[in-house]
C-alpha cells in the first residue's frame, strides 16, 4: 500500500469526523486492554485482537441504517463495539462472567444481541457467510428494505461454501454486503501463498455479483463504499462484494508466534498507514480539533475502557445452573 496520504479538508464534518475518531479508538484501546487481561490469566481459551483494521467496520457501521444486520467471524469484538454493543458486557464475556452477552458461557468468538442485530461471533471459518446468506433473506422475504453486512476474511474466501452462498444471493437478489476483510494473512499464511487470484473483489464475477477494493486503512474510503453497497442491496438488485484490504498489527491470536512476517513489515503500517493516526491528522490539519480536544477525547474512552474490565473482573462467575440454559431457541 501507498503512503499515507491526507486529505485535510475532507468532505466531512466536524462531527462525524470526530465520531469516527471516538469509535476507533475506544476499538483499540479496548482490545489492547482485552490483550492485557489475556496476558494477566483472566481471558482463556482464543481471543482474536482487531487492531489495525478499526477503520473497516466503523467506516461500514457509518453507511448502515437502523435495523441493517452484522455477522462476522471469531475476530468479532471491534464489529460489537461498533454497532454500539455495550463494552462492559463484551468485556465481561472475554472474561467468562455473569455480565457478559452470552452470561460468561460464550466467551470472545460466540457473543449475540438482538438488539443491536448483531448475529456473531463464529469461529468456524467461513461458517457466517450462508447464514449472512439467510438473514438478507428473511429481510427480503419481510420486504423490510434491511441489508445484512456479512464479514469474512481473505483466507475464508477460499471456501467453497462462499461461492454456494455467493450462488444463491445472486440468484434471490438478496440485499447481502459480502465484506471480505483482506488483512492479507490467513493465520500464518500469506495471501500470496494461498490464493491464485488476488482480486477477491473479483470473485462474484462468475455470478454477476459487482465488487469494489476498498482502502481499508481511510475510514472515509470504506464509508463512501459501504454507502454504494447498501443503495445497490437497498435498490434491490441483489449482492454486493466489497474487498477491504487492511492489515492486523497484531498476530493471528493471542498464541500466535509471528514468525511468518517481519517487525519491519508491521512496523511500517503502523507507521506509514494508521487509520486513527490517518483521522487524528485529518482533524488537526483540517482544525476540526485541537490538541487538547483529542486529549480530552484518549482519557474519557480510557475511562469506559477501564471501567468495562473493573466491571469484568467484579461479575461473577455463571452459576452452575447456567448449563442447562440457553440451549434451545425459545419458540416464538
Ligand atoms: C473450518 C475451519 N478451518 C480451519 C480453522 C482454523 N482457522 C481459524 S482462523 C483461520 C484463518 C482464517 O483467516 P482469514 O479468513 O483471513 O481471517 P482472519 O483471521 O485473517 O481475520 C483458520 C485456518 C477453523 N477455525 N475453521
Ligand atoms: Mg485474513
Not at 501507498?2 to 482490545?31: G, H, W
Not at 455477522?71 to 462492559?88: E, F, K, Q
Not at 482544525?287 to 486529549?295: N, R, T, Y
Request: with cysteine.
Amino acid at each position: 500500500m501507498a503512503a499515507r496520504k491526507t486529505t485535510p479538508k475532507p468532505n466531512v464534518s466536524s462531527e462525524e469526523l470526530t465520531q469516527f475518531y471516538r469509535d476507533m479508538l475506544l476499538i483499540r484501546r479496548f482490545e489492547e486492554k482485552a490483550g492485557q487481561l489475556y496476558g494477566m490469566g483472566l481471558i482463556g481459551g482464543f481471543c482474536h485482537l482487531y487492531i489495525g483494521q478499526e477503520a473497516v467496520v466503523v467506516g461500514l457501521e457509518a453507511a448502515a441504517e437502523d435495523g441493517d444486520k452484522r455477522i462476522t467471524s471469531y475476530r468479532d469484538h471491534g464489529h460489537m463495539l461498533a454497532c454500539g454493543m455495550d463494552p462492559n458486557g463484551v468485556m465481561a464475556e472475554l472474561t467468562g462472567r455473569e455480565g457478559g452477552y452470552s452470561k460468561g458461557k460464550g466467551g470472545s468468538m460466540h457473543m449475540f444481541s438482538k438488539e443491536k442485530h448483531f448475529y456473531g461471533g463464529h469461529g468456524i471459518v467461513g461458517a457466517q457467510v450462508p447464514l449472512g446468506a439467510g438473514l438478507a433473506f428473511s429481510d427480503k422475504y419481510r420486504d423490510n428494505g434491511r441489508v445484512t453486512f456479512t464479514y469474512f476474511g481473505d483466507g475464508a474466501a477460499n471456501q467453497g461454501q462462499v461461492y454456494e452462498t455467493f450462488n444463491m444471493a445472486a440468484l434471490w437478489k438478496l440485499p447481502v454486503v459480502f465484506v471480505i476483510e483482506n488483512n492479507q494473512y490467513a493465520m500464518g499464511t500469506a495471501q500470496q501463498r494461498s490464493t491464485s487470484t488476488p482480486d477477491l473483489h473479483t470473485r462474484g464475477e462468475a455470478f454477476g455479483i459487482p465488487g469494489e477494493v476498498v482502502d481499508g486503512m481511510d475510514v472515509l474510503a470504506v464509508k463512501v463504499a459501504g454507502k454504494t453497497a447498501v443503495g445497490h442491496c437497498r435498490a434491490g438488485k441483489g449482492p454486493y462484494i466489497l474487498e477491504i484490504k487492511t492489515y492486523r498489527y497484531r498476530g493471528h491470536s493471542m498464541s500466535d508466534p509471528a514468525k511468518y512476517r517481519t517487525r519491519e513489515e508491521v512496523q511500517k503500517m503502523r507507521e506509514e498507514r494508521d487509520p486513527i493516526e490517518h483521522v487524528r491528522i485529518m482533524l488537526i490539519e483540517g482544525k476540526h480539533a485541537s490538541e487538547d480536544d483529542l486529549k480530552a477525547i484518549d482519557k474519557e474512552i480510557k475511562a469506559v475502557v477501564n471501567a468495562s474490565a473493573e466491571f469484568a473482573k467484579e461479575s461473577p462467575e455463571p452459576a452452575l445452573e447456567e448449563l442447562w440454559t440457553d440451549i434451545y431457541a425459545e419458540a416464538t
